[in-house]
């Protein structure tokens, strides 16, 4: 008998994978979780019925989180991380020459789930520089004395729990725990179904800092299959290195161009 598993995007819209193998099921004191095998896309995590990741094209979301900000630094050493449990953006950022990557999720399980099952994003838990704390991103950030290049914002949509991770008062707190000419980045959502999440972090972080810069990539298993990623700053964003250590999405030229689609011009101006 075929098992398939969707993603209900709308009332009316859904993406289902079939799967060839249910490799966890369980709840956590947070949420549901669903691992599954795909003979597409590979290993499929979704939390709350909602995608978080597949085997196939999770890099192109992390790679982007990761490297457009600490490329547009000359030397990034300290970074947060909230959210990214399955450790795929830490994976992307221990490639720089970074000294500390700090990881705050909220629900252990996924951590668990992910260096049991998840290694191609999970094995960055292997790497010294790496500290991982079990708590809420947002108390976090209020009670943090740390300083860091760059805070990245790795949470599930604006919905529920993860609101709070969109609002003024959140980046304010980030803010606060930034260097200097630090950067904030967030995943965004999709800007073709959800077009409101975008918009709401964009608003607020243009409250707080200088320069903002919006980055979308194709994401197949994510709604609307577009998504965006924010950068703000009170510095640039304009690279200040070429890479040296492989990538499959992000390059140079990538980097430097950032074209946005119209309907993103008018959305956020």
């Not at 919905?159 to 709070?164: D, E, L, P, R, S």
């Not at 304010?172 to 073709?192: A, H, V, Y």
């Not at 994401?219 to 290195?241: C, E, H, M, Q």
């Not at 250590?245 to 309907?263: A, L, S, V």
Request: proline share 4%.
């Amino acid at each position: 008998m075929e098992e398939w598993y969707g993603e209900k995007q709308t009332k009316d819209v859904m993406i289902s994978f079939k799967s060839s193998k249910i490799i966890y099921s369980g709840k956590s004191k947070f949420q549901d979780i669903l691992l599954i095998e795909n003979e597409t896309y590979g290993r499929i995590l979704m939390l709350d019925g909602t995608v978080q990741l597949t085997e196939k094209d999770e890099f192109i979301y992390h790679e982007i989180l990761a490297h457009i900000p600490l490329m547009s630094l000359t030397e990034p050493k300290k970074v947060l991380i909230i959210g990214g449990g399955d450790g795929g953006l830490a994976r992307e950022i221990l490639k720089h020459s970074v000294s500390n990557v700090d990881i705050v999720e909220i629900d252990e399980e996924v951590v668990k789930i992910s260096k049991k099952f998840l290694p191609f994003v999970s094995s960055s838990y292997s790497d010294r520089r790496l500290r991982l704390f079990i708590e809420d991103g947002a108390e976090f950030v209020k009670k943090s004395k740390g300083k860091y290049d760059a805070v990245l914002i790795d949470s599930t949509d604006p919905v529920g729990a993860a609101a709070v991770l969109f609002t003024e008062e959140f980046y304010r707190n980030i803010k606060n725990l930034l260097k200097k000419d630090g950067i904030i980045g967030s995943q965004t959502g999709s800007p073709f179904m959800y077009p409101g999440h975008l918009k709401m972090a964009y608003e607020n972080m243009r409250t707080l800092f200088n320069t903002i810069k919006i980055y979308t990539a194709p994401v197949p298993t994510y709604p609307g299959a577009i998504w965006s990623f924010t950068f703000a700053t009170n510095g640039d964003l304009k690279r200040k290195r070429t890479r040296n250590f492989r990538t499959m999405f992000y390059n140079e030229e990538y980097h430097d161009t950032n074209i946005n689609p119209e309907f993103i011009k008018e959305l956020v101006h």
